[in-house]
């Protein structure tokens, strides 16, 4: 097992190449960071990433290169035992918008629906973070890049949802739930 030293952070990682346990300079534990398994966005309606652990207080999902079949926005779902639908607060936004942004109440926008058509491809990273484990209570960043017609625009949102029960799973789908995810790779990261 390799140990290096991050430089300047006063951290140490110890672990496999899926699995970091971040050691202080005091050798006090600082976490663990656990990678998914990276699943082609190449069919289906949603991506679903499920058993992530109750101790997690931060999770990453990350997208390169994807793409659906049609003009829907992108959500970002939740929940314990079951996806929650309703009761987000989430907005999201990008550059080339002729509009003021995109809104939902069934997710956290990964790409607000003024962003989609068939031809886009978009990379970039979508962080959960537990803002209050008494309450559930989840907060949203959206930051990435989307490619439109050979222009890079960048895209940012946020938002927030509290959930019933610790979060176990986390799904990637349309705003219409119709359109299909046909190119690019999605995975998830995982911290706590």
Known sequence: MAIDKIPGAGLETTGTASVNTFLRGDNAWAGTITSGTAVASTSGTSIDFTGIPATAKRITVMFQGVSTSGTSG??????GGSFETSGY??????????????????????LPTAA????NIYTGMVTLALLDS????????????????GTVYSVQGGG???????????RITTVNGTDTFDAGTINIMWEG
């Not at 550059?95 to 926008?109: D, W």
């Not at 989609?116 to 031809?119: K, L």
């Not at 008494?134 to 017609?149: D, E, M, P, R, Y």
Request: no cysteine; charged share 5%.
């Open 134 to 149: 008494a309450t559930n209570t989840w907060l949203h960043q959206t930051v990435a890049g989307l490619t439109q017609t």
């Open 74 to 79: 992108w959500l970002v779902q939740i929940g």
């Open 89 to 110: 607060v989430s907005s999201a936004t990008f550059t080339g918008a002729s509009s003021g942004g995109t809104s939902s109440t069934a997710g956290f926008f990964a």
């Open 116 to 119: 989609g058509t068939a031809a």
């Open 160 to 170: 927030s949802k509290a959930i019933t029960g610790a979060l176990a799973r986390v």
